[in-house]
């Protein structure tokens, strides 16, 4: 069971969440946004028509802007 991560090379909240979540042992595919047009696409749908990260994509189907890492891990394990 692995999250997607939409990222940005110079997003804060990216480095630390994904610091976060590796810490905590989450499995995690990064997707840079300004890299690849169709994952720009993908979270400006979820994100009222903004580029925001990050935006994680869960094995389940739904997206979270900018989680807390707790939250990250209460949906990984609702799931």
């Known amino acids: 069971m692995s999250v997607?991560?939409?990222?940005?090379?110079?997003c804060g909240?990216?480095?630390r969440l994904k610091a976060q979540?590796?810490?905590e042992g989450i499995e995690f595919t990064e997707v840079d946004i300004e890299l690849n047009p169709q994952a720009a696409d993908f979270v400006m749908s979820v994100n009222?028509?903004?580029?925001?990260?990050?935006?994680?994509?869960f094995p389940d189907g739904t997206?979270?802007?900018n989680?807390?890492?707790n939250e990250v891990k209460s949906r990984l394990a609702a799931s």
Do not use: F
């Open 4 to 10: 997607t991560m939409y990222t940005t090379t110079w």
């Open 13 to 15: 909240y990216c480095q």
């Open 21 to 23: 979540m590796g810490r």
């Open 48 to 57: 009222g028509g903004n580029q925001t990260v990050p935006t994680l994509l």
């Open 63 to 65: 997206a979270a802007t």
């Open 67 to 69: 989680p807390s890492i």
